[in-house]
């Protein structure tokens, strides 16, 4: 059997150029929705198809790339957008957050903070932080051009009127550099505050929206709020059961059908790791299974 | 002396080779309020789109008198000072509530809309003035979290009012405000927009094919015909004693129905 024949990281030169002209000037413009000609993948549009062409582009022989997908490196998706690039790039892979030179991500900032040199890729389902109260393309691009930018508080005013607070708690919008208004993508508003002044460099893709847009290093990034109601990051009553740890984004994972569950690092490369350094949480899965079984004894 | 707050002269807009309206002139002054009347076709839709800046207009000017004393031409201003005069001194009542409200959000994201499009950003302020406005269009306050699709249509009617008047504006262009509204809700939202107008002092350009609104409404008339203005003059003076011809038929034909 004969493989067929890819270019490295699959897409060809030309428009591997095309997106990095996209990039740059996403770059120079913070936050600005770059139009790009998004190009089929051979991956449904769900799988991050904008996130794969940015990593597609800006991929060299000597990167190390990590892929997550909710923090995880070990789902369906992350491993096969991660064997993607194994294969057509020949690239070194890594499941370490300080050990990659690019990590694409769908919907989490790793815990660890990125130093300058990495380069994070979003995958981006819906670009437009307008569109849920105008859905006309032509007249949210005029918004953003004059800047007018009241309608993303009137969505924030509906979810404390309907809630009592803001309720948005993915994809939470943010102002860049005092200029634009940008969708984070469909990362827990606990990360915004990461992308703000990052030593790294964060591209976002919108493979199916055809839209790139960048996030330089050290840019100014501000999550949008009403004076009364500012800006606040999800906070968790426990630490990771497994890994002691706090201050992270949590995920809560069932234990067993009679409702038990905890509360686990959503990055699972932070839990590891800290696990490997020794450090411990109260309800270690078998520990829980073993009471679960005493009981039903 | 005080000078017009709207001046429209030698107005021309050509749908192709087709006139939608042509040869207009007319000022309006600060707190005035001029109906624009005619028969379907006669082009009164076509002119108050194109003296709202929302019809680009073939030739003519529109000067309008901005808060800081100068008049210019509305071609003349920048679209972002164009729009931002359209949502701060300017409103616009359409005829389909719809189309001037935002069905899916609240009554009072609703109102508090344009005050967010000017910068204001305390939760609590908003909706206590969005109360205020809901209050003056008579809507019950504890309805301020419902969505317009909940509400009868003589009260959308009021919230595009309460939305439209909430920045305080000095020139309102209404089409066919009632028009859509059953005759039973009309008077209630007829009253309601006479009551504010007096006390805001607004000035207003209403378009309306009934002359009994133009009549309740407007100090001053312009009867429009095949997208010409036949007849203009003060309301009373037009109604009771009709010059033009074409103004004639229409008065008559209101007074026989
Ligand atoms: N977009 C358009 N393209 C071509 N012709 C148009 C367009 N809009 C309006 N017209 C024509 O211009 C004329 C004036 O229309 P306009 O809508 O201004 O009338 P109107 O007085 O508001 O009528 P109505 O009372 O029915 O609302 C009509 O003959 C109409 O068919
Ligand atoms: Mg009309
Ligand atoms: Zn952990």
């Not at chain 1, 860049?176 to 460099?201: C, H, Q, T, W």
């Not at chain 2, 003076?237 to 129905?257: F, G, K, N």
Request: a negative charge.
């Amino acid at each position: 059997m004969t493989l067929p024949e890819y270019n490295f990281a699959y897409l060809d030169e030309q428009t591997k150029r095309m997106i990095r002209r996209a990039i740059l000037k996403g770059i120079a413009i913070p936050g600005y929705q770059v139009p790009f000609a998004s190009r089929e993948m051979p991956m449904p549009y769900g799988w991050g198809t904008g996130g794969v062409q940015v990593t597609a582009a800006i991929l060299g022989p000597d990167d190390v790339l990590k892929v997550i997908d909710q923090g995880a490196d070990d789902t369906t998706n992350a491993v096969s957008i991660r064997a993607f690039f194994a294969k057509t790039a020949n690239v070194a892979t890594t499941t370490k957050t300080a050990d990659a030179t690019v990590i694409q991500t769908r919907h989490r900032i790793p815990e660890a903070p990125l130093s300058a040199g990495q380069v994070i890729v979003y995958q981006v389902p819906i670009p437009e932080p307008l569109r849920f109260l105008e859905p006309r393309e032509t007249e949210t691009r005029v918004m953003h051009g004059l800047e007018e930018y009241g309608l993303i508080h009137v969505k924030l005013y509906e979810d404390i009127a309907q809630h009592g607070h803001i309720a948005t708690t993915y994809a939470y919008p943010v102002k860049v550099e005092d200029r634009y208004v940008m969708d984070p993508s469909p990362i827990p508003k606990f990360d915004n505050p990461k992308m703000n002044g990052s030593p790294a460099l964060q591209l976002f893709g919108a493979g199916r929206e055809k839209r790139i847009y960048a996030l330089p290093p050290f840019t100014h990034v501000v999550s949008l709020d009403f004076e009364d109601h500012p800006f606040q990051v999800q906070k968790f009553k426990q630490p990771c059961a497994l890994c002691n740890a706090t201050g992270v984004y949590l995920d809560e994972v069932v234990t067993d059908d009679r409702g038990g569950r905890m509360y686990v690092c959503s990055d699972t490369d932070h839990c590891e790791t800290r696990r490997q350094d020794g450090h411990h949480g109260t309800g270690l899965p078998i520990a829980g299974q073993e009471t679960v079984k005493e009981d039903a004894a | 002396m005080t000078s017009p707050i709207l001046s429209v002269r030698d107005l021309e807009r050509r749908y192709g080779d087709f006139i939608g309206c042509t040869d207009i002139s007319f000022d309006v002054w600060p707190g005035e309020v001029v109906a624009i009347v005619g028969e379907s076709g006669s082009g009164k839709t076509t002119l108050l789109n194109c003296i709202s800046g929302r019809l680009e207009r073939s030739s003519g000017s529109i000067q309008y008198h901005m808060r800081d004393g100068r008049f210019p031409d509305l071609a003349d201003l920048s679209e972002a000072e164009r729009r931002f005069l359209m949502r701060t001194d300017w409103g616009f009542v359409h005829q389909n509530p719809a189309d001037g409200l935002r069905m899916r959000v609240s009554a009072g994201a609703n109102v508090g809309e344009r005050l967010m499009a000017i910068g204001d950003r305390h939760y609590g302020e908003i909706r206590d003035t969005a109360t205020e406005w809901l209050g003056r269009v008579e809507i019950a306050g504890d309805r301020i979290d419902d969505k317009p699709v909940a509400f009868s249509g003589g009260m959308r009617q009021r919230l595009q009012i309460a939305r439209n008047l909430v920045t305080r504006p000095r020139l309102i262009f209404m089409d066919e405000p009632t028009g859509g509204l059953d005759v039973s809700v009309q008077a209630r939202v007829l009253d309601l927009l006479r009551g504010l107008v007096s006390d805001l002092g607004l000035a207003v350009v209403i378009v309306t094919h009934d002359l009994a609104v133009a009549r309740l409404l407007s100090q001053r008339m312009i009867v429009m015909k095949n997208g010409r203005i036949v007849e203009t003059g003060l309301t009373d003076r037009v109604l009771d004693d009709p010059h033009h011809p074409y103004t004639q038929l229409l008065v008559a034909s209101i007074l026989e129905s």
